[in-house]
C-alpha cells in the first residue's frame, strides 16, 4: 500500500504505475457532471488554488449541515466517471490537477491527457459510500452549492487514508483497456462455440 | 384507508419512511448472503477480494449507522398492490410526503433534476419522481415493494432487438444468451459489479424493461419456473464468471451474482430482450400492511 499526500507534484505521480493500491491523504474537491462542463465552458479562476496538484473526486455526496453551519459527510462514494471523458484532460491542464478519483475509468483523450499532463486515474470502489465518507475527516468548505445542488457542487473534502487503486497511470497504461480486451476475446470463444 | 389495511395516514406514511429508512441502509439477507459466498471465491490478495472485503464493510457500516449504503440512492421505484377501495390518489399524497421527509432525514440524496434546466428538487418530489406504480389485486392487505436504482447500473442497461447480425443471435434461447453475455461485457465493472441481471424477454419496449426491472423483485436463491429460463439463469452466471472482469472491473471471478429472467408474447415483427443491470448494492424491501399491522422483508 503506497500511501501519498495532497497536493502533490508531478515526480510523485508518475512514479505511480496501473494496479498500485494507494491511501491518499489530504484535500480532494468533488466535481462532477455540471462542474465539468462549467470548468470547461467559463473557466472559471476562483477554483484554481483549491484544485492546484490535488485529485478531483467524481463524486456527488450526501451531506448534513450541523447546527453551527459545519458540513458532515453523510454518503460519499465515487460516480461513473466516463461522463466526463469529454471533458476531464482539458481540465487537469487548465487546473494542473494531478488525478481523479473515480468508478469505471475512462477512455483515450483522458488516458492521453494523463501521460501529457501527468497524471492519475485512482480507482475507488463504487457504492462504499459508508467506507469511503468515513475517510473524510473534515470539510473545509464548499463552492456552487446553491447554483448547482447538493451532488453536483464543489466540495472540499480532507482526507485521510482514502483508499483507491490506479487503474490508468501516466504511462499509457489502462487496467480497463487490458480487462475489457480480455473479456471481449472471452466472450468471443464461448460465442463461437455455441 | 383505516378501515380497509386498518392504519390512519400518520401512521402509514412513517411505515413508508421507516421502508425508505431500511432499503436505503440495510441490504437484503439474500443478497449479502450471495456476495459472502463469492467473496470466499476470492483469492486473498488480489484486488477482486479486497473490493469485495471493502464491499461487505461498508454494508456493516451502513447498516449500524442507517446511513445510505449508496450514496447514488438512485431512482426511487414503489410497486404497490392494494385492496379493491383504496383511493390511490391518497396513496400518492402518502409516498410523496413520506419521501420528502426520508430525504430530510439524509436515507436519500436530493437526487432529481430538472433536464433542461439542471435545477434540482430538494426533496426528491418531482415530474415522474419517486416512480410509483399501482396495481388493485383482490387480496385484502397492501403490498409495496421499494428498490432504489442507481445511475451507474441503470446506464448500462440495454435492450437488444432479435436478430442481432453483428453477435449471430438468432430468435431463439442461444440468441438470446448471446445478447446478454454480450451486455455484461459492454458494462465491465461500470454498473458496480458484481451486479444481477434481470432479464425481460418479449414484449414492446416498454413492458419489455418493465418486465426486467420486475425481475429485481425476485429473490437471489429463488428457482424459475420454466426450465429454459431456469436454465438461462444458470447458464449467463457461469458464463459472466468466467469474463474475467471481476468485481469493480478490477478482474476476478465475481461479475454477476445471479440473473433472472422472465418473458412475455411479443408480436410477429418484434423480438425484444431487455436488461435491467442492478448493482451489488442491491436495495430492494417489501412491506405489507394488513389489519394495522405492518411487516418488513
Known amino acids: 500500500m ?45 477554483i484554481r488554488d483549491m484544485l492546484n496538484g490535488t485529485v478531483i473526486y467524481h463524486c456527488g455526496p450526501v451531506m448534513k449541515q450541523d447546527d453551527d453551519g459545519s458540513w458532515e459527510v453523510v454518503a460519499a ?80 473534502f480532507e482526507v485521510k487514508d482514502f483508499p483507491v487503486v490506479v487503474t490508468m497511470d501516466s504511462h499509457g497504461e489502462s487496467l480497463h483497456d487490458v480487462i475489457g480486451a480480455a473479456s471481449e476475446e472471452k466472450m468471443k470463444e464461448i460465442l463461437g462455440s455455441m | 384507508m383505516e378501515n380497509l389495511i386498518g392504519l390512519d395516514e400518520e401512521k402509514l406514511k412513517s411505515s413508508f419512511i421507516e421502508l425508505v429508512r431500511r432499503t436505503s441502509s440495510v441490504l437484503p439477507d439474500d443478497v449479502v448472503a450471495k456476495i459472502k459466498e463469492y467473496q470466499a471465491k476470492e483469492k486473498v490478495g488480489t484486488r477482486a477480494a479486497s473490493a469485495l472485503d471493502t464491499i461487505m464493510e461498508n454494508i456493516k457500516l451502513a447498516e449500524d449507522g442507517s446511513r445510505p449504503i449508496c450514496q447514488d440512492t438512485g431512482t426511487v421505484i414503489f410497486d404497490i398492490y392494494h385492496p379493491l377501495g383504496l383511493r390511490q390518489s391518497a396513496l400518492e399524497t402518502i409516498i410523496r410526503s413520506a419521501v420528502a421527509d426520508a430525504t430530510a432525514n439524509h436515507y436519500l440524496r436530493p437526487n432529481v433534476v430538472d433536464p433542461l434546466t439542471g435545477m434540482s428538487k430538494f426533496d426528491n418530489n418531482g415530474v415522474g419522481h419517486p416512480a410509483i406504480y399501482l396495481k388493485q389485486w383482490d387480496e385484502d392487505y397492501l403490498k409495496v415493494a421499494l428498490v432504489l436504482k442507481g445511475g451507474g447500473c441503470e446506464n448500462v442497461g440495454t435492450q437488444y ?10 430468435r431463439d434461447l442461444d440468441g438470446i444468451k448471446k445478447v446478454c453475455l454480450d451486455a455484461v461485457v459492454k458494462a465491465q465493472g461500470r454498473g458496480c459489479a458484481p451486479g444481477v441481471l434481470g432479464i425481460g424477454i418479449g414484449g414492446d419496449r416498454a413492458q419489455g424493461y418493465t418486465l426486467s426491472k420486475k425481475q429485481l423483485h425476485r429473490k437471489l436463491d429463488d428457482k424459475n419456473e420454466n426450465p429454459d429460463l431456469a436454465e438461462l439463469e444458470e447458464w449467463l452466471v457461469e458464463k459472466a464468471n468466467t469474463l474475467g472482469i471481476g468485481p469493480m472491473g478490477f478482474g476476478g471471478g465475481t461479475t454477476l451474482l445471479a440473473v433472472k ?28 400492511v394488513k389489519n394495522g399491522n405492518v411487516e418488513f422483508d
Open chain 1, 2 to 46: 503506497i500511501k501519498l499526500a495532497l497536493p502533490t507534484t508531478e515526480d510523485e505521480i508518475r512514479k505511480l504505475k496501473v494496479g498500485d493500491e494507494v491511501l491518499l491523504s489530504g484535500v480532494i474537491v468533488t466535481a462532477r457532471d455540471t462542474a465539468h462542463k462549467y470548468m470547461v465552458e467559463k473557466r472559471p479562476d476562483d
Open chain 2, 261 to 288: 429472467a422472465a418473458l412475455m408474447d411479443r408480436i410477429p415483427a418484434s423480438y425484444y430482450v431487455s436488461v435491467t443491470y442492478m448493482c451489488w448494492a442491491y436495495r430492494r424491501r417489501f412491506m405489507t
Open chain 2, 161 to 170: 432487438s432479435l436478430p442481432n447480425t453483428g453477435l449471430k443471435a438468432g
Open chain 1, 77 to 156: 462514494g465515487p460516480t461513473t466517471s466516463i461522463r466526463e471523458e469529454i471533458y476531464q484532460a482539458d481540465v487537469m491542464e487548465e487546473y494542473k490537477v494531478r488525478g481523479v478519483i473515480g468508478k469505471g475509468g475512462m477512455g483515450p483523450k483522458t488516458l492521453a491527457g494523463l501521460k501529457k499532463t501527468g497524471a492519475v486515474y485512482f480507482h475507488a470502489i463504487g457504492g462504499a459510500s459508508q467506507v469511503l465518507a468515513q475517510a473524510v475527516v473534515r470539510v473545509p468548505g464548499v463552492l456552487k452549492l446553491e447554483e448547482f445542488g447538493v451532488p453536483e457542487a464543489f466540495w472540499s
